[in-house]
């Protein structure tokens, strides 16, 4: 294979591997959280729990989310198209920038 082929064969892969990775964290959060809530509301004991359920039943659940939504935007984060957008206004500055301070330097030399 050619190296520009090589590179984005690559890519590609990794990209496969960190989809399939959130789509395994989410199975295994949502596995393991309705567990927790299950037992936590006595559904396996017969003793299950009536009226409001209390915060403490859904922390596990409600911090481990905030995780699985970083992981998520990590990702994907390519078909946000704000973060995108931001990540190519901000390259844009820099590299406007960059030529500003070398133009201005080029200029004071000469």
Same mark, same amino acid.
């Given at each position: 294979?050619?190296?520009?082929?090589?590179?984005?064969?690559?890519?590609?892969?990794?990209?496969?591997?960190?989809?399939?990775?959130?789509?395994?964290?989410? =199975?295994?959060?949502?596995?393991?959280?309705?567990?927790?809530?299950?037992?936590? @509301?006595? $559904? +396996?004991?017969? /003793? #299950?729990?009536?009226?409001?359920?209390?915060?403490?039943?859904? =922390?596990?659940?409600?911090?481990?989310?905030?995780?699985?939504?970083?992981?998520? @935007?990590? $990702? +994907?984060?390519? /078909? #946000?198209?704000?973060?995108?957008?931001?990540?190519?206004?901000?390259?844009?500055?820099?590299?406007?920038?960059?030529?500003?301070?070398?133009?201005?330097?080029?200029?004071?030399?000469?």
């Amino acid at each position: 294979m050619e190296p520009y082929k090589e590179d984005k064969y690559e890519k590609a892969q990794k990209k496969v591997k960190e989809i399939k990775g959130f789509y395994t964290h989410l =199975t295994v959060y949502i596995l393991i959280n309705t567990c927790i809530i299950l037992i936590q @509301l006595g $559904v +396996f004991s017969g /003793k #299950f729990v009536t009226g409001m359920p209390l915060w403490g039943y859904f =922390t596990t659940p409600f911090f481990w989310g905030i995780g699985l939504a970083f992981h998520a @935007l990590y $990702v +994907f984060k390519d /078909k #946000f198209s704000l973060l995108k957008n931001w990540e190519e206004r901000k390259i844009k500055e820099f590299i406007e920038k960059e030529e500003k301070e070398f133009k201005n330097n080029f200029d004071k030399d000469f």
